[in-house]
Structures are given as structure tokens and as C-alpha cells.
């Protein structure tokens, strides 16, 4: 190859080389979700968005790149001191979000490490306010404490804190023994009471069922009564009306012919019957003084009849038809 050939693939290679330079220098694509801070010999000039973009070669440059998706930091652990003197290890996370990139770039050094250590100092504050058993009950307070801190600093840096998280709260041993313990009596202070609880749940049923039973069985015994008493006096009505039917019928049967005569030996024989029951048993017998004297009484108990049988008449009761 002469030289006049090598001397052009030499320039020619020199001009493609410039050129890939200038277009590497010029052609700048910026990522989704992704900020670049442009300076112009030395000085802000402006920020690019997502895209792409010509810059001015060997004038334009990229000073900074700056990511808007939202961050997470981890706090290290750090020792606070709460406000009954008590120390507890205690580390979080931080997410933050880069809003403006420019500020961020300019606003301040480094606003990872800035925000950390704020994030550090808040925490120990918040924590101070405290006493330890509210520390863990209270960790949304803490956390919104944190947050609103070192969000009111980091605007500055363009910088917007969304939230921040403890992962951990460690108290000294002694006090984690004292913290089963108490927990542990709690418990059982709480299953005492359930078991409590439940023995008079029990009586009040068991009462109950008792009570129920008793007004149950007093029902019972009420309408038992009742029904007695009303068979009895069901009875009793019975008894008499079949008794009145008995004697009105004996006394229109004496009205009839014949009647008296008949009603007599009636009497006499039911005496007889009566006295000769009496004579086969062996309790005291008290007969009438003049036993001879039988006639007088069949008598004196056809006349009582005849006398019913004339009220019942002279009540409206007219005598009995005689039977064919």
C-alpha cells in the first residue's frame, strides 16, 4: 500500500472516530423516571427529562443524574433513652423521593447521608418524650414524628420524605425479663378472670334451671289441685243432684196407690238390714230403748216422706204418672 493510500484510511478513520465522539457527545437518552442536570462550562444550564436530547459538545455536560422513583434508606441502629431513663436499641427505614433534581444536586452535598442522620436525631428525640411501655404502643406517633422532621428539612434539598417505619425496638435484657413477667402474670390474671367468669356463668344457669324447674313443678301441682278440687266438687254436685232426684222420686212414688204401703215395708226391711249388719261386727252397738216399738218408727219415716213428697208438690213438681 503507497503511502498517499495510507495517509487517507488514516484521515478517513480519524474523521469516523471524531464523528462517533461528537455524536456520543451530542445524543443524550435519559431513562423513565430518571432527571439529568445539564451545565454549560461549568454552570446549571438545565434539567432534561425522559427523552431524547442534543447537547452542544465539549460544552454541555451531565453533572448530575437523579432517579424520581422513591428510595428506601436504611437508618442504622441507634441508642435512645426514653423518658423514665430506660435505653433501648431501636433502627428503621426511611423511603424518600427526589422532586426536584436540580435542588437535590445543588441544595446540598449528600441527602442520603443528611437524611439519615436527621432521621437518627428525630427518632431519639421523639423517643425521650416517652416512657418505654409507650414506645410500643405508640409507634404510628413516633414514625409521624420522624417523618414531619425531616420532611420540613429536606424541601430544601428537593427531597420529599413519604414515610418512615421502626423494624425493631430492643430494651435491655433485664427489662425484657421484667416485660415476660409482667406479661406473663397478665395472662394469667386474664385466665383467671375468664375462668371466673365462666364458674358463675355456670351457678346462674344452674340456678336458673332451678328456679324454672321449681316454678314448673308449682305449676304443675297448682293445676293438679285445681283439677282435684274441681273433680271433687264435680262430685259433690253430682252426688247431691242424684240424691234430690232419688228422694223426689221416693216421695212422688209414695202418692201413688199403694205407695204408702209399699214405702213401709220399704223402711222396715232397710231397718232390719241395718241392725243385723251392726250384730256382725265387733264395735258397740247403741240400739233405741223399745225395740218393739218398730211399727211406730216405719211410721214416723212414711210420714216424713209423705210431707217431702207434698213440698215437692206445692213447689210446682206434679205427681208422677203412674207406670201401665
Known amino acids: 500500500m503507497d503511502p498517499a493510500t495510507m495517509t487517507s484510511l488514516i484521515t478517513a478513520l480519524a474523521f469516523v472516530l471524531v464523528l462517533v465522539v461528537l455524536i456520543i457527545k451530542t445524543a443524550v437518552v435519559v431513562p423513565q423516571k430518571?432527571?439529568?442536570?445539564?451545565?454549560?462550562?461549568?454552570?446549571?444550564?438545565?434539567?432534561?427529562?425522559?427523552?431524547?436530547?442534543?447537547?452542544?459538545?465539549?460544552?454541555?455536560?451531565i453533572a448530575y443524574k437523579r432517579s424520581l422513583k422513591e428510595e428506601v434508606m436504611d437508618v442504622p441502629a441507634q441508642t435512645c433513652i426514653t423518658?423514665?431513663?430506660?435505653?433501648?436499641?431501636?433502627?428503621?427505614?426511611?423511603?424518600?423521593?427526589?422532586?426536584?433534581?436540580?435542588?437535590?444536586?445543588?441544595?446540598?452535598?449528600?441527602?442520603y447521608i443528611a437524611a439519615s442522620q436527621l432521621a437518627q436525631t428525630s427518632l431519639r428525640s421523639a423517643i425521650g418524650k416517652i416512657d418505654l411501655d409507650k414506645t410500643f404502643e405508640e409507634r404510628?406517633?413516633?414514625?409521624?414524628?420522624?417523618?414531619?422532621?425531616?420532611?420540613?428539612?429536606?424541601?430544601?434539598?428537593?427531597?420529599?420524605?413519604?414515610?418512615?417505619?421502626?423494624?425493631?425496638?430492643?430494651p435491655p435484657s433485664t427489662v425484657m425479663n421484667a416485660m415476660e413477667q409482667q406479661m406473663k402474670a397478665e395472662r394469667e390474671k386474664r385466665a383467671e378472670i375468664a375462668l371466673s367468669e365462666g364458674d358463675r356463668q355456670s351457678r346462674i344457669n344452674r340456678s336458673e334451671g332451678i328456679r324454672q324447674e321449681s316454678v314448673l313443678v308449682s305449676e304443675g301441682e297448682k293445676q293438679k289441685r285445681i283439677n282435684e278440687a274441681e273433680g271433687r266438687a264435680r262430685e259433690i254436685t253430682l252426688v247431691a243432684e242424684a240424691t234430690a232426684?232419688?228422694?223426689?222420686?221416693?216421695?212422688?212414688?209414695?202418692?201413688?196407690?199403694?205407695?204408702?204401703?209399699?214405702?213401709?215395708?220399704?223402711v222396715a226391711q232397710q231397718y232390719i238390714e241395718e241392725f243385723g249388719r251392726l250384730a256382725k261386727t265387733n264395735n258397740t252397738m247403741i240400739i233405741p230403748a223399745d225395740m218393739a216399738d218398730m211399727g211406730g218408727m216405719v211410721a214416723a219415716a212414711t210420714e216424713i216422706i209423705k210431707n217431702?213428697?207434698?213440698?215437692?208438690?206445692g213447689k210446682g213438681q206434679g205427681p208422677a204418672v203412674p207406670a201401665e
Not at 433534581?101 to 441544595?107: E, F, L, N, Q
Request: proline share 2%; net charge neutral.
Open 34 to 61: 430518571s432527571h439529568f442536570v445539564i451545565e454549560r462550562l461549568g454552570k446549571y444550564s438545565k434539567t432534561i427529562g425522559a427523552g431524547l436530547h442534543i447537547l452542544i459538545p465539549f460544552i454541555d455536560k
Open 83 to 111: 423518658r423514665d431513663n430506660v435505653s433501648v436499641t431501636i433502627d428503621g427505614v426511611l423511603y424518600i423521593r427526589v422532586v426536584d433534581a436540580m435542588m437535590s444536586s445543588y441544595g446540598i452535598e449528600n441527602y
Open 140 to 170: 404510628e406517633t413516633i414514625n409521624a414524628s420522624v417523618v414531619q422532621a425531616v420532611d420540613e428539612a429536606a424541601q430544601e434539598w428537593g427531597v420529599k420524605v413519604m414515610r418512615y417505619e421502626i423494624k425493631d425496638i430492643t
Open 245 to 266: 232426684e232419688g228422694i223426689r222420686r221416693v216421695a212422688e212414688a209414695v202418692t201413688l196407690p199403694g205407695g204408702d204401703e209399699a214405702m213401709r215395708l220399704k
Open 308 to 313: 217431702t213428697s207434698r213440698r215437692c208438690q
